[in-house]
């Protein structure tokens, strides 16, 4: 069964707390700056990697705490990522999100993720997210791969275009939607 359900969240309008700051915690704090670059992100960790702290003389919105984790983190946050090389602490950061309803990723454990984190391919204003249900995040990395390479640059073009055209449009809601599914024919 494949039932994700796909949202594209507006990261700068949240405060996400990263717990780790080894390698997984670097890819996770890369992978949400990089869609994000304005996100709000506090990363909690005994040991922060120098490329963090690098990141964060890049991002003034990134927080470094070179502390463990406690709960007093998840104070005002409202998604959590969690990567360190402590199961027992992974345990504790899920079960101290899902008491306050926060959505909580553990990177490393599927079973605990509220939500993953997926391969993006970004064309301009086009955004595709490829998640393969948890199975091979290698195959999705590689799939991003292949679609970056065969995705026009052009591509922005056509959005501006149809953006265009779609401000214009006069007519009803119903109209509107006619004349730009007849416009857009040529894609199919
Ligand atoms: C479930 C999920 C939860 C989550 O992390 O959100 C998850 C889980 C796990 N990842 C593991 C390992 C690796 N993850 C990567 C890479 C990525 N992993 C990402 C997402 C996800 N990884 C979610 C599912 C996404 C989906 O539905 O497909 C990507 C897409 C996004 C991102 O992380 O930003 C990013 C690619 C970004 C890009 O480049 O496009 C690589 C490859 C590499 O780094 O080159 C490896 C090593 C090779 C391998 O194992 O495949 C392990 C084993 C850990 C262990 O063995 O200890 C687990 C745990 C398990 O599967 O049990
Ligand atoms: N490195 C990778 O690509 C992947 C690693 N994993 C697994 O994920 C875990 C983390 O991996 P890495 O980031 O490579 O490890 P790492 O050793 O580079 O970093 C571990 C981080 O966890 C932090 N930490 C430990 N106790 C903590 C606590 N009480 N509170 C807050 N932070 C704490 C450490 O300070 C450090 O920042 C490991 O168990 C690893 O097996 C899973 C998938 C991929």
């Known amino acids: 069964m494949n039932t994700l359900f796909p ?19 670097l890819e996770k704090a890369t992978a949400l700056l990089g869609n994000a670059p304005d996100a709000r ?24 705490i ?24 992974n345990r504790q950061v899920q079960a ?19 939500f993953y984190l997926s391969s993006v391919v970004k064309k301009g204003d086009l955004k595709i997210a490829v998640s393969t249900n948890g199975k091979s995040p290698t195959f999705a990395k590689r799939f991003r791969e292949v679609l970056e390479e065969i995705l026009p640059d052009s591509l922005q073009e056509t959005l501006d275009n149809l ?19 007849e416009i857009t024919k040529v894609l199919k």
Not at 7 to 25: D, P, S
Not at 47 to 53: A, P, Q, S, T, V
Not at 96 to 114: E, G, Q, S, W, Y
């Open 7 to 25: 949202i594209f969240v507006k990261a700068e309008q949240l405060h996400t707390l990263i717990v780790g700051g080894g390698y997984v915690g």
């Open 41 to 64: 992100v506090t990363l909690v960790a005994p040991f922060i990697r120098d490329e963090l702290h690098a990141m964060a003389r890049e991002h003034p919105k990134l927080e470094l």
């Open 66 to 89: 070179q502390e463990p984790y406690h709960e007093v983190y998840l104070t005002d946050k409202d998604l959590v990522i969690v990567g360190t090389n402590d199961k027992a602490v």
């Open 96 to 114: 101290d999100c899902k008491a306050r309803r926060i959505l909580v990723n553990v990177a490393d454990t599927p079973d605990l993720c509220d």
């Open 163 to 181: 953006t265009a055209i779609r401000n214009q449009l006069k007519g009803d809601f119903v109209q509107k939607m006619e004349k730009l599914n």
